[in-house]
Structure formats: structure tokens, C-alpha cells
């Protein structure tokens, strides 16, 4: 079986970075084109692309910005996760222990991570939750 069509084998983690803020996006592609075992599927900078390009592309992992216009990351993952719960979220902003991480875990995101995190820290999280093993 190939690897869209199933088999996980050993194939690269396919990543799906939704931010508002271009540098963002940007800097976290920038890196994870380079990172090994990862693939970048795709950048969306808004939580309705979001949705439209999680359901066109089916990754193993989403980083998702919470405070986005057209669509929050909170709702783009309540609709992610039911239409493709084997998609892992990570929620991703700057709000540590604010309402809305409760809330995007709550909306079905496997974790959150701080956008005050080093680059090897968002790594971490992406192979932590890739979907690869049970947790």
C-alpha cells in the first residue's frame, strides 16, 4: 500500500502549518523543509483554508493558531477532528494556560505548544503526536 493510501511504514511525518501571521508561517516552513522525517503538506492562513486544505491533503499533524479571523483554530479543530480523527492537532500560540488552549483541547487538539518555544520544541511535538503510535 502506498503511503496515501494508508501504510504509515516509515514514510516522513506530513506537517500542515495554519497561522494569520505570514512570518510565521514562514519561519516554521522554513524549518520544517529542512527537518528530518518531516514533511511540510501545506500553509493556510486562516482556519477555513485550514479546514478546506486538512481535508484535501489529510496530514499526520496540524500546528494550529487558536486567534485566527474566518474560522478560529478552536472551531477548525472541532471540525477537523470529526471528520478525520486519526489528523493530529497541536494548538499553537502564546497563551500558555489561557481559556482558549482549554478550549482547543477541549475541541479535540492533542496538545498545545507556545509560539515561545524553540524550533526543537515544536519538533518534539510533532513526532510526540504524528499519529505513528498510540499514545
Not at 504509515?8 to 527537518?35: F, M, N, P, Y
Not at 479546514?51 to 471540525?79: F, K, Q, S, Y
Amino acid at each position: 500500500m502506498s503511503p496515501a493510501t494508508g501504510s504509515r511504514g516509515s514514510r516522513d511525518i506530513r506537517v500542515l502549518v495554519v497561522d494569520d501571521h505570514e512570518a510565521v508561517r514562514e519561519g516554521l516552513a522554513s524549518v520544517l523543509e529542512k527537518a528530518s522525517g518531516v514533511e511540510l503538506v501545506g500553509e493556510a492562513e486562516n482556519g477555513r483554508i485550514g479546514i478546506e486544505m486538512a481535508m484535501a491533503l489529510v496530514p499526520d499533524v496540524i500546528l494550529m493558531d487558536i486567534n485566527m479571523p474566518d474560522t478560529d483554530g478552536i472551531e477548525a479543530t472541532r471540525i477537523i477532528c470529526a471528520a478525520s480523527p486519526r489528523i493530529k492537532i497541536i494548538g499553537f500560540s502564546l497563551d500558555g494556560g489561557s481559556p482558549a488552549v482549554t478550549a482547543m483541547l477541549e475541541a479535540g487538539a492533542s496538545a498545545h505548544i507556545s509560539k515561545d518555544s524553540s524550533m526543537k520544541e515544536v519538533l518534539t511535538a510533532i513526532r510526540k503526536h504524528d499519529g505513528k503510535r498510540p499514545e
